[in-house]
T-cell receptor, first 113, second 112 residues
Framework: AQSVSQHNHHVILSEAASLELGCNYS??????LFWYVQYPGQHLQLLLK??????LVKGIKGFEAEFIKSKFSFNLRKPSVQWSDTAEYFC???????????FGKGTKLSVKP | DTAVSQTPKYLVTQMGNDKSIKCEQN?????MYWYKQDSKKFLKIMFS???????INETVPNRFSPKSPDKAHLNLHINSLELGDSAVYFC???????????FGSGTRLTVV
């Protein structure tokens, strides 16, 4: 079945630690890839997206993600996390202009001050 | 101005009742969506709708029905509410889905 997998359910880091959250998808063909963040009690906000071109995309708040087509992966990274990065992170995949976004189950990030 | 606004923010109701959640977007987007986020934070598409087509996720009970009076609005009606309907419901909109979605702030529905 087509799916989006986020490997880590809950990640706990100390401030200034580096972050990498995994995301794999099982869709074939051309896909659009997204990372969303949901701060406690808030709605989802777009962190970054990939459609084509440079597989390393930079988003807001110092986040970046790398698309590796051969691995069907789109991992999210940040060199140094802050306490304010504590949130739920969702990877999502869209198929072209017609497809709905399919979300992974999310990864909860807790950053200790 | 809020881009995608939902009302109400919180909704507590008894089993068996019928309720509606409203959603409005001022972005001029063509497509609107409803997502359900369960207690484990899992987001699941319920509907997508533009002025041409309504796409329903086949797992959504027919007690749920979207209603769109115009391009900027997509309301969600729920009949005969059940305990399992308790969740956060997010409305979203996009321009053909290409550039990601803009989400509303969510409606926390609690069925007691």
């Amino acid at each position: 079945a087509q799916s989006v997998s986020q490997h880590n359910h809950h990640v706990i880091l100390s401030e200034a630690a580096s972050l990498e959250l995994g995301c794999n998808y099982s869709y074939g063909g051309t896909v659009n890839l997204f990372w969303y963040v949901q701060y406690p009690g808030q709605h989802l906000q777009l962190l970054l997206k990939y459609f084509s071109g440079d597989p390393l995309v930079k988003g807001i708040k110092g986040f970046e993600a790398e698309f590796i087509k051969s691995k069907f992966s789109f991992n999210l990274r940040k060199p140094s996390v802050q306490w304010s990065d504590t949130a739920e992170y969702f990877c999502a995949v869209g198929k072209g202009s017609q497809g709905n976004l399919i979300f992974g189950k999310g990864t909860k990030l807790s950053v200790k001050p | 101005d809020t881009a995608v606004s939902q009302t109400p923010k919180y909704l507590v109701t008894q089993m068996g009742n019928d309720k509606s959640i409203k959603c409005e977007q001022n972005l001029g987007h063509d497509t609107m969506y409803w997502y359900k986020q369960d207690s484990k934070k899992f987001l699941k598409i319920m509907f997508s709708y533009n002025n041409k087509e309504l796409i329903i996720n086949e797992t959504v009970p027919n007690r749920f029905s979207p209603k769109s009076p115009d391009k900027a609005h997509l309301n969600l009606h729920i009949n005969s509410l059940e305990l399992g309907d308790s969740a956060v419901y997010f409305c979203a909109s996009s321009q053909d889905g290409l550039y990601g979605y803009t989400f509303g702030s969510g409606t926390r529905l609690t069925v007691v």
